[in-house]
Antibody, heavy 118, light 111 residues
Framework: QVQLQESGPGLVKPSETLSLTCTVSGDSIRSSYWSWIRQPPGKGLEWIGYFYYSGSTKYNPSLKSRVTISADTSKNQFSLRLSSVTAADTAVYYC????????????WGQGTLVTVSS | NFMLTQPHSVSESPGKSITISCTGSSGSIATNYVHWYQQRPGSAPTTVIYEDNRRPSGVPDRFSGSIDSSSNSASLTVSGLRTEDEADYYCQSYDSNTLWVFGGGTKLTVL
């Protein structure tokens, strides 16, 4: 059974960098595509971007200048970095597996709330 | 940019059927697959329909999906409504720039 678990600080100050890690079990980081999706409180879902182990990445153009998604294959983890955060980046962040670039998200982490506040 | 539009909310009685629409803003919605996610309060989304009309194992056949090219829409139909079906439902598809595009979500209330 594939499981994803997000981890990272729940509180980040404005203008700083948000960093989250997703630990994957039951599958290899090398075998699929791995995305981050976020959901502001009371709002809808927003795709942030994906990583593929070959080094290929794709980001939402609205966030592209601030986002980096990378992976540590030795730990079977992938990470999200979002720089220069504001209150608008407050959201539940989900890590998601997809079997291909345009496949649906078949496994999701439980999500982690990140609040941007001083 | 390609957008997907869903009704904000729908409601129906237990045992009845309901259809949630997802309309594409441009191009043909049939060009790329549409997927549907169910999200109960406080939980992560789960897939109820993928690739337009396929059900993951474990999803009851009360859930079905379809594409209507004439209206450039995808639809999720839930029949035999149960109180446990109360949730937010999101459609998702793709465009060449954003890759993943989500609809705004529809809140289903089973009265």
């Amino acid at each position: 059974q594939v499981q994803l678990q997000e981890s990272g600080p729940g509180l980040v100050k404005p203008s700083e960098t948000l960093s989250l890690t997703c630990t994957v079990s039951g599958d290899s980081i090398r075998s699929s595509y791995w995305s981050w999706i976020r959901q502001p409180p009371g709002k809808g879902l927003e795709w942030i971007g994906y990583f593929y182990y070959s080094g290929s990445t794709k980001y939402n153009p609205s966030l592209k200048s601030r986002v980096t998604i990378s992976a540590d294959t030795s730990k079977n983890q992938f990470s999200l970095r979002l720089s220069s955060v504001t209150a608008a980046d407050t959201a539940v962040y989900y890590c998601v597996r997809q079997r291909c670039a345009v496949c649906y998200g078949d496994y999701w982490g439980q999500g982690t709330l990140v609040t941007v506040s001083s | 940019n390609f957008m997907l539009t869903q009704p904000h909310s729908v409601s129906e009685s237990p045992g009845k059927s309901i259809t949630i629409s997802c309309t594409g803003s441009s191009g043909s919605i049939a060009t790329n697959y549409v997927h549907w996610y169910q999200q109960r309060p406080g939980s992560a989304p789960t897939t109820v329909i993928y690739e337009d009309n396929r059900r993951p194992s474990g999803v009851p056949d009360r859930f079905s999906g379809s594409i209507d090219s004439s209206s450039n829409s995808a639809s999720l139909t839930v029949s035999g409504l149960r109180t446990e079906d109360e949730a937010d439902y999101y459609c998702q598809s793709y465009d060449s720039n954003t890759l993943w595009v989500f609809g705004g979500g529809t809140k289903l209330t089973v009265l």
